[in-house]
């Protein structure tokens, strides 16, 4: 009888240590994929859309004159932008290079905000979809393949 306890407790205790064992297996095979999950996505670089500045703030007599002037006429378009650079010598040669792989006219532009020379196509597409649209046809080249779609207000 005593043997048969001592079996009993022997086997529980082995069980506990098998199901210890094999949540402590799960739990380092799960942090051992997000982990390499993680250096995935941190080798791969996104460009995230670049939103519009906020306007600039302005005196009451300012807005009023603007109210007058434009009745509030204000919309929003998008640009698709194909390269960012820091000397405009090198965003000239971007678009020399590359200006007969793309049907639309490229345009160099100095932005202060990221302080940077930007390539931007010159078309203006009225709907994010639009943009979107020709930005995934873009991709397809591999000097496009980091291009971006950039909201304007006008």
């Known amino acids: 009888m005593k043997n048969k306890r001592y079996h ?3 086997a529980g205790l082995l069980s506990f240590l098998l199901a210890a064992c094999s949540a402590t297996q799960k739990t380092t095979e799960s942090t051992n994929t997000q982990t390499s999950q993680n250096n995935k996505k941190d080798s791969v670089y996104v460009f995230d859309e670049i939103k519009t500045p906020p306007p600039a703030k ?3 007599k300012q807005n009023t004159q603007q109210n007058d002037e434009s009745q509030n006429i204000s919309y929003t378009y998008y640009v698709i932008q194909v390269g960012a650079f820091s000397t405009k010598d090198r965003a000239d040669e971007f678009v020399a290079n590359n200006q007969n792989k793309v049907q639309d006219e490229m345009k160099v ?4 905000d990221i302080n940077l020379y930007v390539v931007q196509l010159a078309t203006h597409y009225p709907s994010h979809d639009e943009a979107e649209s020709m930005r995934n046809q873009l991709w397809k080249v591999n000097e496009f393949k980091d291009a971006w779609i950039v909201a304007k207000q006008k």
């Open 58 to 60: 302005t005196t009451e």
């Open 109 to 112: 532009s100095f932005n202060p």
């Open 8 to 10: 009993l407790i022997l």
